[in-house]
């Protein structure tokens, strides 16, 4: 199997794609490249190789309209879960300040030596075409294999209740003229923390209500977060203190399409000790305790460039995607959210909005402009976005606070620095 990147010339426009819409854009001349090859040129689609998979920068409107969803070699721009062009930003291919031909031969390069690390750690000799075309977690989930098994339809509707992704940061609009950037943990080092955590069973949980606990609030918070049993615990959380209040989805200012009143005993622990006062209202405590899920044993090991090589991360990074994923019973509807999905998400989300809150600090007592804005983190990421002329301050506040800063990041800062001492 070969593993190829190609840039369309008309996505490259983005002021044509603003204007026209990603649908309208023809798939037609660009660059390409194989496993990290020369690239060259191409004047249609019928010009890639059919023994390659590939992979384009068209967003996922364009991909759909140019028929390249029904073909079997054709994967979207986001199938390593990262976007193909964030990957470039990260690396510094960044259409900016290089050619199309040089970035095309690096990403190819990426996508190859990550796939072929799927192949070796996963035991696939040869991946098959048909089983690359949504998600490379997808593909991991079918290589891993898990058995769906039913719980209480009451835990798991409270377990997906407990269940999120993603928080959103709470009322900050980005101005159209700020600069955006993804800030990210290290994508290794985030997954191997997130997997160590441990977490319960998903059998013999029973429901405690609040007369089966102590009386106040207050009591059965310090009840259940001294519980040796693992605790998934029904809560209403107060607006949060200070700064911290714009980021979480909890209190009177959350997105209600966000606001959750179920929250495992990791989550209720810093919430209650850190951020706000909590209610309790009910519980489920799990008398089997902590497992270790089978799937762990997949898990990359550690090597001299785990940190270092964006492979390996990205490796790390769609194994911890498909950790976090319900599973779908067979033959069925029913999405069955384990506790190791609930427990892993929330410490994904604890880790993110610790370093966010550094960096949202750190901006507001440090900056000149009246610091960041911030759209949205979590799955070990952080979208931030600030003026122009504050990119020097967020790129070292960003690196002081733990995030890795993308290197198209400080080719940008470079520039600003330029034009602001030619304005002088």
């Given amino acids: 199997m070969r593993w190829g990147v190609v840039y369309f010339d008309a996505a490259l426009d983005r002021r044509a794609v603003r204007q026209k819409g990603a649908d309208s854009i023809a798939a037609r001349e660009g660059w390409a490249s194989v496993d990290g090859r020369e690239a060259f040129r191409i004047t249609k689609i019928a010009d890639l190789p059919s023994d390659t998979v590939w992979m ?98 009451g835990l798991n509707q409270a377990m997906e209740q407990a269940w999120q992704k993603r928080a959103h940061a709470i009322g900050q609009p980005i101005p159209r003229h700020w600069w955006q950037c993804t800030l990210r943990r290290n994508r290794y080092a985030h997954a191997y923390e997130v997997l160590d955590t441990p977490v319960p069973s998903s059998q013999n949980w029973e429901y405690v209500d609040a007369s089966q606990m102590p009386d106040g609030h207050k009591a059965r918070v310090e009840w259940l977060v001294n519980n040796e049993k693992p605790v998934l615990a029904r809560i ?70 785990s940190l270092s ?24 509807s029913t999405a069955y959210y384990y506790p190791h999905c609930v427990w892993y998400t929330a410490m994904d989300r604890f880790f993110c909005f ?46 002081q606070s733990g995030w890795e800063v993308p290197a198209s990041a400080y080719w940008k800062r470079t520039m600003e620095s330029r034009r602001a001492m030619a304005e002088e």
């Fill in 309 to 332: 090589s964006i492979s390996n991360g990205l490796v790390a990074e769609n194994f911890l995607a498909f950790m976090y994923e319900p599973t779908v019973a067979p033959m069925g």
């Fill in 56 to 153: 384009s920068n068209l967003e996922s409107e364009a991909y759909r309209t140019n028929g390249l969803g029904k073909s079997p070699n054709h994967v979207p721009n986001y199938y390593l879960k990262t976007d193909i062009r964030q990957v470039a930003a990260e690396i510094g291919a960044d259409t900016e300040h290089e050619r199309v031909s040089v970035i095309v031969q690096a990403l190819s390069e990426v996508f190859s030596r990550t796939m072929r690390l799927v192949e070796r750690q996963f035991g696939a000799a040869e991946l098959g075409i048909e089983n690359n075309r949504k998600k490379l977690e997808f593909l991991l989930a079918q290589s891993i294999g898990r058995k769906a098994h039913a719980i209480d339809a």
């Fill in 236 to 305: 209403r959380a107060a607006d949060g203190r200070g700064l911290e209040a714009q980021i979480t989805s909890f209190g009177s200012k959350a997105n209600s399409a966000l606001a959750r009143e179920w929250v495992c005993g990791p989550e209720l622990y810093w919430i209650s000790r850190y951020y706000s006062t909590v209610e309790i209202y009910g519980a489920y405590l799990c008398n089997d305790g902590y497992v270790t899920p089978p799937e762990l044993a997949k898990f990359p090991p550690p090597n001299d460039f």
């Fill in 354 to 399: 610790t370093q966010t809150v550094k960096l949202l600090k750190a901006s507001s007592f440090g900056g000149s402009h009246g610091g960041f804005k911030f759209s949205s983190y979590g799955n070990g990421n952080l979208q931030v976005a600030a003026p122009v002329e504050m990119i020097e301050e967020l790129t070292d506040m960003a690196a």
